[in-house]
Every structure is written in structure tokens, then in C-alpha cells.
T-cell receptor, first 112, second 116 residues
């Protein structure tokens, strides 16, 4: 079993929809949780990060962590065609931990 | 400020040939990471350096893979001999010290390798 599991999709939604992207993990030591966005033929870029449990909001994006269930989510409100990309969750065990463990990514397509 | 620069962007080679991928990290970043991305396995960490010193190479799949960082502005990942199963996109990423937890890795655009 992988340390981090993520549904590869693809997920196809109409413009304006609310999108929910999710990851589960098995290592209870993970404390830092990130979401990266990767456009086609590009490298991943950090979108959001959260520490421990709780929610964090940034514009149309909300990151949610439930450590008790080992489950993290990224919500996108009012989705736009420009949000079409692959979204990768990533996590690490500590602030000075050098290794990030990535999910395989979920491909999202937002159609007009 | 220039981002992480990788070359070549695309490489097509035949099985058994040597492949060298190159990376220039962002100036001032003292960590450098090499990742491999495939559809099946996602992003896998191969090796990373701190201040030009290899810290963890446990992700390097086989002895056919080697990586060097002769100075703070240059790193190479070499595959010799290459095999078709090495076909993937190889990413280089860098970051500054003290950013481990925030995960702010800066990735290059990747080198897409196809081994025939």
C-alpha cells in the first residue's frame, strides 16, 4: 500500500462547479500537507499548504485536513477552465524533514 | 529571477545508450531534488542534495542511475545504460533551508525521456 493515495481521475466538471479533490494517507507522523498544481507539460507549483488539522482558505481554494481520518481535501469554488490541471497532494512529517511524499495526482478538466 | 532550469526538455534515445540530464537550481537555494514522474507511480524522489552533498539516494532505482552536484549551480542525473522502463519525466526542484515543512519546492519544467 502506498503511503499516500489519490484518485487519478480524470474529473470533468462544468465551469462554475464546486470541485472536491481528496487524498488519504497511512503515516500518522505526517503533519504538513500541501497541494501542488501541475499544468500540462510543466512542473508542479505549490498552491496551498496547511499544518496539522483544520481548514485554510485562499480565494476560491480551501484546503482541509482531518488527521483523525488521515484524509485531506482541496475544494475549488466557482471552478474556471483555467483550473484545468493535475492536482497533487504532498505531505511531510516535520518542519525540517526534507522529504515530501506526493500522491499520484488527480487530473481535473473544467469545461466552459 | 530565473526559475529552475533543466535540459534537455526532450530526449529520445535507444536502449543501452547513456543519458545525462542537467539542472541549474535557483540561485541561493541550497537544497536540490531529483524526481521522476510516471502515470503509474506519480512523483518519486530519486535523490536530494544539501549544499552540494548527497543526503539521501535511497530512491535511486538501480546502480545504472547516478547523480552529481559539482557546485551550487549545477547538477546532473545520469542513466547508463538506459532501458525502456526508464522512460518518464524527470524533474529537478530546489528550495532554501528552513522551508522543509512548508514544502515550497520550486520545480523545473522537466526532461521528458523516451528510451526505445
Amino acid at each position: 500500500q502506498k503511503e499516500v493515495e489519490q484518485d487519478p481521475g480524470p474529473l470533468s466538471v462544468p465551469e462554475g462547479a464546486i470541485v472536491s479533490l481528496n487524498c488519504t494517507y497511512s503515516n500518522s507522523a505526517f503533519q504538513y500537507f500541501m497541494w501542488y498544481r501541475q499544468y500540462s507539460r510543466k512542473g508542479p507549483e505549490l498552491l496551498m499548504y496547511t499544518y496539522s488539522s483544520g481548514n485554510k482558505e485562499d480565494g476560491r481554494f480551501t484546503a482541509q485536513v482531518d488527521k483523525s481520518s488521515k484524509y485531506i481535501s482541496l475544494f475549488i469554488r466557482d471552478s474556471q477552465p483555467s483550473d484545468s490541471a493535475t492536482y497533487l497532494c504532498a505531505m511531510s512529517a516535520g518542519y525540517n524533514t526534507d522529504k515530501l511524499i506526493f500522491g499520484t495526482g488527480t487530473r481535473l478538466q473544467v469545461f466552459p | 529571477d530565473a526559475g529552475v532550469i533543466q535540459s534537455p526538455r526532450h530526449e529520445v534515445t535507444e536502449m543501452g545508450q547513456e543519458v545525462t540530464l542537467r539542472c541549474k537550481p535557483i540561485s541561493g537555494h541550497d537544497y536540490l531534488f531529483w524526481y521522476r514522474q510516471t502515470m503509474m507511480r506519480g512523483l518519486e524522489l530519486l535523490i536530494y542534495f544539501n549544499n552540494n552533498v548527497p543526503i539521501d539516494d535511497s530512491g535511486m532505482p538501480e546502480d545504472r542511475f547516478s547523480a552529481k552536484m559539482p557546485n551550487a549551480s549545477f547538477s546532473t542525473l545520469k542513466i547508463q545504460p538506459s532501458e525502456p522502463r526508464d522512460s518518464a519525466v524527470y524533474f529537478c526542484a530546489s528550495r532554501k533551508s528552513g522551508q522543509g515543512g512548508t514544502g515550497e519546492l520550486f520545480f523545473g519544467e522537466g526532461s521528458r525521456l523516451t528510451v526505445l
